[in-house]
């Protein structure tokens, strides 16, 4: 968005009145960045035959080794058939191992093997460059306003899950 202008994107206005337009954007702004970040592990992902789903797992599986299908059903707000899907797939590459719970057989705790690993720090450290390049040059106060603006976006129910993550 130009800067400088007043009465334009978003410079120069109280945020509490933004116009249809200045919204509108926003929206744009958001589609067309997110097109951005998933880019790089979009193209990885297709040499592998795998979609955002696989991503999906293979990164919050990453954060919490061990977690449960239940907890990765809860995080990503997928049906327990599409989940299964993906995991069937990543599990027979040999990118994920399930192992039966010791306090409750029922549950398949979930891990990433090495090959899992370095298929999770290649995809991430496409996004981290290109956030870090983002961040970097928009300064420490619009990052510290775009992950408020990102948190007042989440459910209340995300943004549990979301602080849950970051403990």
């Known amino acids: 968005m130009p800067e400088g202008r007043t009465g334009q994107g ?5 945020l509490l009145f ?3 337009e200045q919204l509108r954007q926003g929206i744009e702004a958001m589609f067309f960045a997110y097109r951005g970040f998933t880019a790089d592990p ?20 990453n954060r919490s080794p061990g977690t449960t299908v239940n907890n ?7 049906t327990k058939q ?9 599990i027979g590459d040999g990118l994920v191992i399930s192992k039966v719970g010791e ?12 090959q899992g690993a370095a298929l999770e720090a290649t995809l991430s450290d496409a996004q ?17 306003g775009f992950k408020k603006v990102l948190e007042a976006m989440m459910d209340a129910d995300m943004r549990r899950a979301y602080a849950k993550l970051r403990d």
């Open 42 to 61: 979009d193209r990885i992902l297709a040499e592998l035959s795998y979609g955002r789903a696989h991503h999906r797992a293979v990164h919050f599986i």
């Open 18 to 20: 933004l116009t249809d």
């Open 128 to 144: 981290r460059s290109r956030m870090r390049a983002a961040f970097k040059d928009a300064g420490p106060e619009a990052v510290q």
């Open 103 to 114: 306090l409750d057989k029922r549950e398949r705790h979930l891990y990433l093997t090495d």
């Open 82 to 90: 599409s989940l299964n899907r993906v995991l069937r797939t990543l």
């Open 72 to 78: 990765l059903l809860s995080i990503l707000g997928v």
């Open 10 to 14: 978003y410079g120069g206005e109280s």
